[in-house]
């Protein structure tokens, strides 16, 4: 039975459901902010025990992800048609993966880098709070306006 | 560290910078996008939402009373983003607006087609005018070396 939130209508998703969801997935969104300026970059990432980890060029996001600053990290799949589907925020901090066995572990992640550059860091966010909710499927809501 | 820099700096160029006018192009052809708002002392706020484009603004719906609400709406600098990338493929682009929200009028509101997906009342519109719109197009990178290790599958 799932906990619906009441303002929202919105299905609850428990820790075990968000880490299920975040496990499969591979494409996030991490939102940071810059100068006071919020920004969103797509990344591609893995779930990493209970830490989820991308890769990074110095740069931007670099400078915002990680350097201990709070940062919110969001996955979602959304289908269109149906008007369905779910969105987990994880809120955190975001440090560089340093430490040379971590680095070690972390290297062997299936984590492709997307773009031009090398993107050599890796930089790990870890969880102070994981939301997550489900948009069910809802034929009332399906052609309203 | 010094092979894969050079195996990554060997390949095409793989990020294209987007105009304006092609950003605001792949925005008219999405339904969804994420919101981002800073919070003080925290990490910022970040919501899917479903939208439209009206003129150039982004046009989304909230709730009465939610905190994301009260920060988009709280005169802090917001962040929407927009993106169609194909995980398999590795190809895909994105495209950031970054600017200010405030509250759309209800006689403005009541013209626009933009249902609200969750059974949550939603009453709220918001508009988001954009200050910058940016995007990049990414292509796929070419992959170091395998002998390398096993960082890369």
């Known amino acids: 039975m799932h906990t619906i939130e009441e303002r929202t209508g919105l299905e609850v998703l428990d820790d075990k459901e968000c880490q299920l969801l975040l496990g499969r997935a591979t494409l996030g969104r991490l939102a ?20 989820v980890v991308f890769r990074s060029d110095e740069g931007t996001k670099l400078d915002a992800a ?18 369905s589907g779910w969105s987990i925020v994880i809120r955190g901090r975001g440090t560089e993966v340093t430490d040379p066995d971590e680095l070690k572990a972390v290297r062997k992640l299936p984590l492709h880098p997307w ?15 994981i939301t997550g909710r489900r948009l069910v499927r809802n034929p009332d809501t399906l052609y309203r306006r | ?7 990554g700096a060997s ?3 793989t990020v294209e910078e987007l105009d304006r006018a092609e950003c605001l192009r792949l925005l008219a052809g999405q339904v969804i996008g994420r919101v981002a ?12 939402v479903n939208f439209v484009l009206l003129n150039e603004w982004v046009i989304f719906r909230t709730d009465y009373g939610s905190k994301f609400r009260l920060a988009v709406l709280g005169e802090r600098p917001v962040a929407f983003e927009v993106d169609e990338i194909d995980p398999g493929r590795r190809t895909g ?12 009028g209800e006689w403005e509101a009541s013209a626009l087609d933009l249902a609200a997906w969750a059974p949550g009342q939603k009453a709220h ?14 292509h796929l990178a070419e992959l170091p070396d395998w002998r390398e290790g096993g960082g890369y599958l």
């Open chain 1, 66 to 83: 990680a350097r201990d600053q709070p940062v919110a990290f969001e996955v979602d799949e959304v289908d269109t048609r149906e008007r």
């Open chain 1, 115 to 129: 773009a031009q550059g090398v993107k050599s860091h890796y930089v790990r966010i870890v969880p102070d709070e």
């Open chain 2, 11 to 13: 390949g095409p160029p």
């Open chain 2, 125 to 138: 519109f918001v508009k988001l005018v954009p200050a910058a719109v940016t995007g990049r197009r990414l």
């Open chain 2, 37 to 48: 708002v800073a919070e003080r002392d925290a990490a910022p706020l970040v919501v899917p």
């Open chain 2, 1 to 7: 560290m010094e092979d894969r820099e050079d195996a």
């Open chain 1, 32 to 51: 940071a902010v810059v100068d006071g300026q919020p920004s969103i970059f797509p990344v591609n990432f893995r779930r990493y025990g209970g830490t």
């Open chain 2, 93 to 104: 682009w994105s495209v950031v607006v970054h600017g200010s929200a405030s509250e759309l």
